[in-house]
C-alpha cells in the first residue's frame, strides 16, 4: 500500500502548479509574436536567453526594477483574453476596428495616442474598444457554452 506523506503531497501540488504556470507562459510567448519588435526582443531574451532583468536593464540602460515591471506588463498584455481574441479573430475585423485594437492591445498605446495616431476622437475610439471587448467575451462564452453576460 503506498500512501504520500504531507510533504510528498506539498511536493506534488508545487509540480503540478510549476507545470501550470509554465503552460501559460508558453502560451503568452506564442501570442508574443504579435508584439511590436522591441517588446518582442525584451520577452525573448528574457524567456529564450536567460537574461535577467538586471542584465537586459545594462543593456537597456534602464533599471532592473523598471525592466522587470517591463516584462510582467508585457506577459499581462500576452495573456489577456483580448490579445488572444485579437490575434485569432483580428483578420476577421474591419480595417479600422483592427487599426485601433491593435495600436491599444497590441502596441500598449494609451488610448490618447491611439486617437492621435488614427486621427479619431477619443471617444471614438473607446467605443471601438468596447466593441472588440464585447466581441471577445462573446466568443469567450461561446467557446465555455455558457449565456453571453453583461
Known sequence: MFT??????LDDRIGRRRITL?????DALVLACHLP??????L???YYHGLSPRDLGRL????????????ASLLRRCRSRRFAFL???????DPLTRRVAQLSIFHGLTLRNVAH??????HQVRLILQQVAALSRAEQARRHGDKMTR
Not at 509554465?22 to 508558453?26: I, Q, Y
Not at 519588435?37 to 525584451?42: C, E, H, I, K, S
Not at 537597456?60 to 516584462?71: I, L, M, N, S
Open 117 to 122: 495616431e488614427t486621427g479619431l476622437s477619443l
Open 60 to 71: 537597456t540602460g534602464r533599471p532592473a526594477r523598471q525592466q522587470r515591471h517591463h516584462v
Open 87 to 93: 490575434a485569432v479573430h483580428g483578420d476577421a475585423l
Open 22 to 26: 509554465r503552460r501559460r507562459l508558453e
Open 44 to 46: 525573448e531574451q528574457v
Open 4 to 9: 504520500m506523506n504531507r510533504a510528498d503531497i
Open 37 to 42: 519588435a522591441g517588446d518582442r526582443l525584451v
